[in-house]
Structures are given as C-alpha cells and as structure tokens.
C-alpha cells in the first residue's frame, strides 16, 4: 500500500558526498524516525523521498514502482518551521492542496466540488483539534495550533506517506506532548507509512515503529567530503506496534 525501498543509494553536491551506499526497506504502515548527528544527511534523504531530491546513484521504489522525480499528493510533508500561508484562512490552507490537485489552473473547485472539498476540510480541521478556527489566520494561531494545521493541510489529500522534518522542535513540552499523542491516533486512524526525522530520542522512541540511525563513520575534517553517512543502527521497537487497521 505505500512501502518503501532504496537500493544502494547515493547523494552527492559536487565532490561532496553526503550518503553513501543506503539500502533501506521500509514497510507498509510503519511509523520509521531517522536519528543522528547534524548535517549527517537525515534531511536530504527525506527530500529524496518526496522527490525534491534525486539519488546521485542507486533507485528508491514506492510499492514496487520507481518513485516519481516530482513531489505529488501521495506524499505529504511537514516541516518544523510551520508549512502553512500566511494569508489563507485555516480553512482556506487545508483546502488548497485538494483545490490546486483538482483544478491546477484555477486553482478553485466550484459548486458541488468545493462543497464536498470544504466538508472534507472541515472534518479534518476538527480531526486535529481545530474545529472553531476555520475563518483565523496562522498569526492568530499559537505554535501548536499552527503544528495542527500543517498536519490536516498535509492529512486532507491523503497521502500515501507522511513526511515529518522535525515537526515538533519548536514546541514546548506541554504541547508536544499533547501533538504527539495527535500523532498516534492520525497514524493508527490513516493508511499511511510516516518518516520522520528527529533530533529527540525520546520522541523517536516514543512514536515510532522502528528507529534508523545515520552517522558519518569517517568524520575526520579531511574526510568529510569524501565519505557520506550511512546507516548504522535499525532497531525495531520492542514490544512490536502496529497502526491500527483501518478496514
């Protein structure tokens, strides 16, 4: 349903290289975080993913078919620095993945397409805790308000994959609290596989269904262009967690 395989790849900028050799299959529904040190490349493979990169080397397949060199709507991200429009109504930032998917050139669906678009976007305002802001814009929204609209923005189309760049960094501890217990119930009620990258083990621990580790073995100043990072660690979460079916 929205599995994951890389075959040997690699990513490059020039002579630098920034992973090396990466094998990784990622199954259907499960919730994988990337940890590691900074600048060990968690990012640029999460971008790789969503296509707003491409493998220097080596192929990344999705359910068996090779991933399509452009983002589309059957991957959807969230990153730290909160991914909404700041001139679009809440309302109006979930609706416009599903208005500019139907209608790329007006950008607007009309009569009973927007009506059915905004119904869907409604319930997912209230899914994420929301319900009562729909006419607010983000300035009006505290951190983890906007958090939550990044999440029913990305969550509205659905996504076959969900893409989380430290989501949650920026929250304070109250609050990530309360957007990580979110995060299991839209996991286990969404058929999706989410990856994401993150600094806190705690939290990688804590959400996910197995924990990835990169690292840069050779980190030697005179070294860190000529070697990338790979995989070093990949621990399944023990006792196993599944999502909860969603037949």
């Not at 992973?19 to 600048?39: C, D, K, Q």
């Not at 996991?187 to 600094?199: C, G, I, K, Y």
């Not at 269904?209 to 005179?222: G, L, N, Q, S, Y």
């Not at 070697?227 to 006792?239: E, F, K, N, S």
Request: with cysteine.
């Amino acid at each position: 349903m929205s599995a994951i395989r890389m075959d040997n790849v690699w990513k490059e900028y020039g002579d630098q290289i920034v992973l090396e050799n990466i094998s990784l299959e990622i199954e259907s529904r499960a919730f994988v975080a990337l940890v590691g040190p900074s600048g060990c490349g968690k990012t640029t493979f999460l971008r790789m993913i969503l296509g707003q990169e491409r493998p220097t080397r080596g192929a990344i397949f999705m359910d068996g078919q090779p991933l399509s060199p452009e983002p589309g709507a059957d991957r959807g991200v969230v990153f730290q620095r909160y991914s909404v429009f700041p001139h679009l109504t809440v309302l109006g930032n979930v609706l416009i993945g599903r208005e500019l998917t139907a209608a790329p050139f007006a950008g607007r669906l009309f009569g009973s397409a927007r009506r059915a678009a905004i119904e869907d976007a409604r319930a997912m305002i209230a899914d994420v805790g929301l319900e009562g802001t729909e006419n607010k814009y983000p300035a009006q929204l505290s951190g983890g308000m906007q958090q939550r609209l990044a999440l029913a923005q990305a969550l509205l189309m659905p996504p076959k994959v969900l893409l989380l760049d430290e989501p949650f960094g920026a929250l304070d501890p109250g609050t990530r609290a309360e957007i990580h217990q979110l995060m299991k119930r839209l996991w286990n009620e969404t058929p999706m596989t989410v990856v994401m990258v993150t600094h806190d083990m705690r939290e990688a621990f804590t959400l996910a269904t197995r924990v990835v580790a990169f690292e840069r073995p050779r980190d030697r100043p005179e070294e860190k262009m000529r070697y990338g990072a790979t995989i070093t660690r990949d621990l399944h979460i023990w006792p196993t967690r599944r999502a909860a079916s969603t037949d």
